[in-house]
């Protein structure tokens, strides 16, 4: 279960400025990462000094009026709030992407071979910040990357569970034991095993591992 962090409590600076002038409801959630370098921390402790270096950059040297992202999210299974629901948001490198589109940032990083490990933590915690952004924010179903706004490789590997669906909330997921298959990983769940292998794009001879965790499409 994922944990909400306030400004208060991580210690945030108050906002510059507030525009209240969006329409989520036309977009959704954008997904972001920190960068091209491995930036997760190894203690929870040191997370909240993490967010707050951020919203130094984004105010002090980017000159914004707070931290650009709606929520940001951490490994251990914490979101921290930024600008929160109902603010427009500085991250999407558009001015239709930052209209139409909240924004929610991965204290995560590195290059496609040399990532920070995406737990199930992280993956909570987006559930619960991206649940927020539609119940108290309005905020319709799509989730898309910020390179979906823009040339980045942002969000780096994340990028893939805005494909297959994992960060949508209430998407089943099922993580791999010894001995099971496809086909009977379906069996277990109603759902035929190839559309479990389209959904998490795995062609012949599609192999499966120990510990990997599966998007189960509805039935």
Do not use: K
Not at 182 to 206: D, F, H, K, M, Q
């Amino acid at each position: 279960m994922a944990t909400f962090v306030t400004r208060a409590q991580w210690g945030g600076r108050a906002r510059r400025s507030s525009n209240t002038n969006i329409t989520p409801d036309r977009g959704g959630v954008s997904i972001h990462h920190v960068g091209g370098d491995r930036v997760a921390r190894a203690a929870h402790g040191d997370c909240a000094a993490q967010v707050r270096g951020i919203q130094n950059y984004h105010m002090d040297s980017n000159g914004w009026s707070d931290v650009a992202y709606s929520h940001l999210v951490c490994v251990h299974g914490y979101v921290f709030q930024g600008r929160g629901e109902g603010q427009r948001t500085a991250a999407n490198g558009t001015d239709a992407g930052n209209q139409n589109w909240y924004g929610v940032c991965a204290l995560t990083g590195g290059s496609s071979s040399s990532y920070d490990t995406i737990t199930d933590a992280l993956v909570d915690a987006f559930h619960l910040a991206i649940s927020r952004l539609r119940s108290s924010g309005n905020a319709a179903s799509a989730i898309n990357g910020h390179r979906d706004h823009r040339a980045t490789e942002c969000p780096g590997n994340l990028y893939t569970l805005v494909q297959n669906g994992r960060l949508n909330p209430g998407r089943r997921s099922h993580t791999v034991r010894s001995g099971e298959t496809l086909y009977s990983i379906g069996r277990l769940y109603g759902v035929a095993w190839e559309s479990i292998a389209a959904t998490n794009n795995l062609s012949a001879p599609y192999t499966i591992y120990v510990g990997q965790v599966l998007v189960i499409p509805a039935s």
